[in-house]
């Protein structure tokens, strides 16, 4: 049974660089049959997909946060990582992981997500 | 871009059956058949219950149950229980650009 965990820091200050990591435990995440994603809800808010990535390293995100974004992958730690440059207040909220099933673009297997706070 | 529009929320009694619908455009919920729901529970990891549009995973109550038309999608639940109450999220693919698109968010109540 696949199961995903996220981690990192629960308070970055304004500017600063967000950084989590996803453990996936239970599947291998250089499997082909899924994509590696990040989605966010801020606080009174409904959820955003932020961007997913392959085992190959390829990723893609939304545009609305492309250049600030990155996602990689580390094969041989069975995690995926995200990376959210320059951040403000408007960046603090839950982050969750989530496998992405390529077959049928669905979000099957969620983290339990980690709330991020951006404040100095 | 913009997030599908979903109700704040929706409120019923035990045993009876509500209907949440998640609105789009030609270019997302009416141009795919990629829309999926998820039960969130607060504090819990979101949970699965349907997917291209109508399809439900193994393991998931038959009184949940899907569908769509037009730019609408729809997710109804039969039978409601004290334990459905929770955060209702809609998702559809919306292309190479946009990709995915997730709803406002519906909030169940059991009354």
């Known amino acids: 049974q696949l199961q995903l965990q996220e981690s990192g820091p629960g308070l970055v200050k304004p500017s600063e660089t967000l950084s989590l990591t996803c453990n996936v435990s239970g599947g291998s995440i250089s499997s082909s049959d899924y994509y590696w994603g990040w989605i966010r809800q801020p606080p009174g808010k409904g959820l955003e997909w932020i961007g997913s990535v392959f085992h190959s390293g390829s990723s893609f995100h939304t545009p609305s946060l492309k250049s600030r974004v990155s996602i990689s992958v580390d094969t041989s730690k069975n995690q995926f990582s995200l990376k959210v440059r320059s951040v403000t207040a408007a960046d603090t909220a839950v982050y969750y992981c989530?496998?992405?099933?390529?077959?049928?673009?669905?979000?099957?297997?969620w983290g339990q997500g980690t709330m991020v706070t951006v404040s100095s | 871009q913009s997030a599908l529009t979903q109700p704040a929320s929706v409120s019923g009694s035990p045993g009876q059956s509500i209907t949440i619908s998640c609105s789009g455009t030609?270019?997302?919920?009416?141009?795919?058949?990629?829309v999926s729901w998820y039960q969130h529970h607060p504090g819990k990891a979101p949970q699965l219950l349907i997917y291209e549009d109508s399809k439900r995973p193994s393991g998931i109550s038959d009184r949940f149950s899907g569908s769509k038309s037009g730019n609408t999608a729809s997710l109804t639940i039969s039978g409601l229980k004290a334990e459905d109450e929770a955060d209702y999220h809609c998702c559809s693919y919306a292309g190479t650009t946009l990709h995915y698109l997730f709803g406002t968010g519906t909030k169940v109540t059991v009354l």
């Open positions: 989530a496998s992405l099933w390529r077959a049928t673009d669905v979000f099957d297997i």
């Open positions: 030609s270019g997302d919920v009416g141009n795919y058949n990629l």
